[in-house]
């Protein structure tokens, strides 16, 4: 990726929706069964509650992400970054943005699941100041742990 180019954000368009389940797919559901398809990512593109939010580069998808809110509190569904573009403050980017939309929202917390497996993830999490508040045994596929953080955006400034 050009790092002198621009990352543009914006919601998805469903004609989007099988470019974003096959990152899913490669990124985040691998080894696992599918569950993120092209019909229920364009599903979540219609859902008024539901943000799934892209970035892209030159035109070409770098990352996205799914976010569902609720009265108070947001739940980060999905977040992928193709490999050669990680590192570079896409995954940040986005995050930053659904934080600063659920502010704006009235949301007060936001929380989210990831393979326990994924040490990479999590400490992109903690860096984030995402904190550990649980552990679902064979979350996925009756099989694998899932690691649970949140964030508490009550007195968090803006960023």
Known sequence: MNNESPVI???AHRSEA???ASMSRLHIEHGLRWRWTPAKIRDHIQDAETMVLVASVNGVIEGFAVMKFHDDEAH???????????R???GRTL???LEKSCRTAGIRTI????RASNNSAKAFYDNLGYRFVGQVAAYYDKREAAVVMARSLVGQEQE
């Open 95 to 97: 995050v930053a943005w």
């Open 76 to 86: 980060l569904l999905l977040l992928a970054v193709e490999p050669k573009s990680r």
């Open 9 to 11: 954000l914006r919601a």
């Open 111 to 114: 929380r989210l699941e990831l």
């Open 18 to 20: 099988r470019v974003i």
């Open 88 to 90: 570079t403050g896409i």
